[in-house]
């Protein structure tokens, strides 16, 4: 795992944590999964989904009654995200603001990630470079 001792590996702003407490009590699943897949005009997307359970090698964040636990595979390149919720007149959705994305799309649905070495390099002195 690639957390700091004391420093969850993402944090939930006010508005992102009530959103999960919101969609957990109403569908009746114990938290969020956030992960990473290929996609994208820019090469990867975020993906998100209901679990009843972590999985023993998720990360598990709870803050503010929310839970949200991230994939193995998207630990190193979620390390250090600030995940927000807003709304707008035309959407709404949840929003990341993560400091290892090198490049997004114009569409906001898709990202590019720094260099794996980098993230391994940046995560192992202690913070990611901004």
Same mark, same amino acid.
């Given at each position: 795992m690639f957390g700091i001792?004391?420093?969850q590996a993402v944090t939930l702003t006010p508005k992102a944590a009530a959103q999960v407490r919101? %969609?957990?009590d109403a569908k009746g699943h114990a938290? %969020?999964?956030?992960?990473?897949?290929?996609?994208?005009?820019?090469?990867?997307?975020y993906t998100m989904d209901y679990v009843d359970e972590a999985d023993p090698h998720d990360e598990v964040v709870e803050q503010d009654g929310a839970t949200v636990m991230i994939a193995p595979m998207a630990q190193m390149f979620l390390f250090g995200t600030?995940?927000?919720?807003?709304? @707008? %007149?035309l959407e709404s959705g949840f929003q990341f =603001? =993560?400091? =290892?994305v090198e490049d997004a799309c114009g569409c906001g649905e @898709?990202?590019?990630?720094k260099d794996v070495e980098d993230l391994s390099t940046e995560h192992a002195n202690g913070a990611p470079k901004l």
């Open positions: 001792p004391g420093k919101k %969609l957990m938290g %969020l999964r956030i992960g990473v897949k290929k996609g994208g005009c820019a090469g990867m997307e600030e995940i927000d919720y807003q709304t @707008s %007149l =603001n =993560n400091p =290892n @898709s990202i590019k990630f």
